[in-house]
């Protein structure tokens, strides 16, 4: 099968634009990403830099004061590719999301409702999405609860969620996403909210839930060792546009833009036994202001002066490698400035 025929999603161009105040602030700037199926895809970057937007994108929870200006997002699941970007209506929406494209939100205590037991909770997305009743629906829902690691599930069923520890509520979370059978699981900060400790069992258990389900994951994080352990490539987003996307090992071992580098440098878990570790200096820009050049040129203490003037086109490291920046055009590969 081949790359084309392999894909799930294929994001194309897309602009995404939110108004605050009466000012336009751009968010995506036209960005483009291909995800096949059964892949763990990361999607990586600093605060701010538009991760979960993209995310809310492809999902259709984009905040009211939202629009996508331009570009398609399509979904390649069903027999027909489907454009979401021209989905406007929730009823339209209702028939991708949760069925065909879930989310796992970061803070499990706002994704839980406080005043309905753990059971009837996950059984509302088995009735809604597989349409199971009575006692088949609530053995699916122990099923779940067994697939994500909850002991004695028939008792926890009928438990509330301030009755879990913050690591089993997150595990609801993952059943409920579950329960509605998607094809595209979207994991937005998954160990965020929960104790360090914890963290490498929720990541082994959304592995195996992969392995099982067929699932494709999309990983939204700022935290590249989460990145190491559970996915197959990366894309680093810089100011609401992807810089570099390849396999893990390239961008881990081999990162071609000046902001990965920047990023690997700051991450004391990734720092080597006697390096320092160093700042990215500055701030990302405005989203108020239009960007010229790299967005990430003013952080760049060795940005070439075209850096500042027009955005660099991808160029290819390797066939599942490429990064968005002037230092791989060839004249800069050889030393000579770029005018």
């Not at 349409?131 to 690691?149: F, T």
């Not at 699932?215 to 100011?239: C, K, N």
């Not at 570099?244 to 991450?267: C, D, M, W």
Request: proline share 5%; aromatic share 6%; hydrophobic share 40%.
């Amino acid at each position: 099968m081949n790359m084309k025929e392999d894909l799930i999603l294929s994001v194309n161009d897309l602009k995404v634009s939110f108004t605050l105040r009466g000012q336009d602030l751009s968010v995506i700037r036209e960005v483009s990403l291909q995800i096949r199926r059964g892949e763990s895809l990361a999607i990586v970057g600093e605060s701010g830099s538009g991760k979960s937007v993209f995310c809310k994108t492809i999902i259709g929870l984009l905040d009211a004061n939202a629009r996508i200006e331009s570009g398609e997002v399509l979904y390649h699941g069903k027999e027909t590719p489907m454009d979401l970007a021209l989905l406007a209506a929730e009823k339209e929406w209702q028939t991708v999301r949760g069925s065909e494209i879930a989310m796992v939100m970061q803070d499990p205590m706002t994704s839980l409702n406080p005043l309905q037991t753990i059971g009837d909770q996950i059984l509302e997305a088995v009735k809604i999405h597989q349409g199971l009743k009575g006692k088949a629906a609530k053995e699916a829902v122990v099923g779940y609860l067994e697939d994500v690691g909850i002991q004695d599930p028939w008792r926890r069923y009928k438990q509330y969620p301030h009755e879990f520890s913050g690591g089993m509520r997150q595990r609801v979370v993952i059943a409920i996403a579950m329960a509605c059978r998607p094809k595209i699981l979207i994991c937005d900060e998954p160990t965020t909210a929960i104790d360090v400790t914890l963290q490498a069992q929720i990541l082994a258990l959304l592995k195996d839930l992969q392995n099982k389900y067929n699932l494709t994951i999309i990983y939204v994080t700022h935290d590249l060792g989460v990145v190491a352990r559970v996915a197959d490539r990366v894309a680093v987003m810089y100011a609401g546009d992807f810089v570099e996307i390849g396999n893990v090992e390239e961008v881990f071992y081999k990162p071609q833009h000046p902001y990965t580098l920047a990023l690997l440098r700051s991450l004391p878990q990734l720092s080597k036994r006697g390096e320092e570790i160093v700042p990215i200096p500055g701030a990302p820009p405005s989203l108020a202001v239009k960007i010229h050049g790299d967005a990430f040129a003013f952080r760049n203490p060795d940005a070439l002066k075209i850096d500042f003037v027009k955005r660099p086109p991808y160029f290819a490291v390797s066939e599942t490698h490429k990064a968005r920046t002037w230092l791989l055009e060839e004249r800069a590969m050889k030393g000579v400035k770029t005018p």
